[in-house]
């Protein structure tokens, strides 16, 4: 591989006018770039078009994670300090972890590994109060929607433990917020601040977990669904819970020493046959998003009776169950069940810029980026998308 596991490899230079604040409106009206892997040719169309591109028996497979409002503000119990914590995962029940003198575990109703800012003033032990009107003074009055208590801290990550009244599930909706990317930029009074809980959702969006949108997934409209259905397409859903960590800079220099957070996936059993039907018929399976692309990837097993991949000549199956993932791609890796790939374009030196090189070829994919730029597509979250084939 050589110089394409150096991370130098992947920067490029974006205007920051080009950098998406709002999404298309329909949301299936961005504009789509359609790239061949075999040629490296492009074409411009609408997203809308995307219904020509689709044949008959193609499987297009979307991930159904529901982003939750997983940006919390309040103000630490003793110093009325202000804090912003991001939920980033759940602990389970199961799940060790080491805590201070401050309370054991099972005295609170949820446990979660979080990132804090300022992380420089937040100790073991800190609690911190949460209200309905976000950094509300401790003195207004009311009852805070929840209390957290640091219980431990290592790696740049805080564990709290949390009480509440009520669910965690309702508390969230009446105090935390859409964890909108930093490059995308809000204020306390902007009038798109209510628009992004509906806009930085999928219409598909049915399985809480996620604290990042899947956005490839943006695009897409109910009656746009139905029309590819209607093509004679199949969409089916996996659940892959987009983490911080799926956009956690990478600081090595040699990627292959970046390591992803683990992501929780689930793979029921009638969306693997209908995958495994497609890979039998040689249909070609369509990834919506490379959080897609990294569960179907780390599904696939070698089984008997095979299903045969013709792309490979191997015997390729995926198994439906609940897992977790840190696959890492980049280029280099070898594909064994996506055939094609809607995504969005991404930020330099990320993951996720590797993960299409690898899969459309790092040339290609820096010359398609150069093109985009230069037509003045929009780029990240917001922006428009890219149909890989």
Not at 138 to 146: A, D, E, N, Q, T
Request: aromatic letters at 10%; one cysteine or more.
């Amino acid at each position: 591989m050589g110089r394409l596991t150096q991370l130098r490899e992947y920067d490029y230079h974006l205007p920051g006018e080009f950098i998406a604040q709002t999404p298309a409106k329909p949301r299936d009206h961005c504009r789509l770039m359609v790239l061949s892997r075999k040629t490296g040719q492009t074409e411009h169309k609408m997203f809308v078009d995307i219904v020509k591109l689709v044949e008959p028996g193609d499987l297009l497979v979307i991930n159904n994670t529901k982003v939750i409002r997983a940006r919390l503000l309040g103000r630490k119990k003793d110093t009325e300090g202000k804090v912003e914590v991001l939920l980033l995962r759940r602990l389970a029940k199961t799940e060790k972890i080491t805590t201070s003198s401050c309370g054991k575990r099972e005295n609170f109703k949820e446990v979660w590994e979080t990132i804090v800012r300022p992380a420089r003033r937040i100790r073991e032990e800190t609690e911190v109060l949460f209200w309905k009107n976000s950094w509300a003074s401790s003195r207004s009055p009311g009852i805070p929607c929840l209390l957290g208590k640091v219980l431990s801290t290592g790696g740049g990550k805080f564990i709290f433990g949390f009480d509440f009244p009520g669910t965690f599930p309702e508390n969230l909706e009446k105090i935390g917020e859409v964890p909108l990317p930093p490059y995308i930029k809000r204020n306390s009074h902007d009038r798109f601040k209510l628009q992004d809980k509906k806009w930085y959702q999928t219409v598909f969006a049915k399985k809480e977990g996620a604290v990042a949108a899947p956005t490839a997934g943006l695009h897409f409209t109910k009656r746009l669904l139905n029309r590819i259905e209607a093509k004679g397409a199949k969409v089916v859903p996996l659940t892959l819970h987009v983490s911080w960590g799926t956009f956690r800079p990478v600081r090595e220099a040699e990627i292959t020493r970046h390591r992803l957070d683990a992501e929780y996936f689930e793979l029921s059993g009638a969306t693997a046959r209908a995958i495994n039907q497609a890979i039998e018929k040689g249909k070609r399976i369509i990834a919506v998003g490379t959080t897609t692309v990294r569960a179907l990837e780390s599904c696939c097993v070698e089984e008997k009776p095979p299903s045969i991949s013709a792309k490979l000549e191997k015997k390729v199956v995926v198994k439906p169950g609940k897992n977790w993932t840190e696959l890492f791609i980049y280029p280099g890796y070898k594909f064994k069940v996506v055939d094609g790939l809607i995504t969005n374009f991404h930020l330099p030196e990320s993951t996720l810029l590797m993960l299409v090189a690898a899969f459309a070829g790092k040339e290609n994919i820096f010359q398609a980026y150069e093109e985009a730029i230069k037509e003045k597509y929009h780029f990240y979250s917001y922006g428009d998308a890219m149909f890989i084939i």
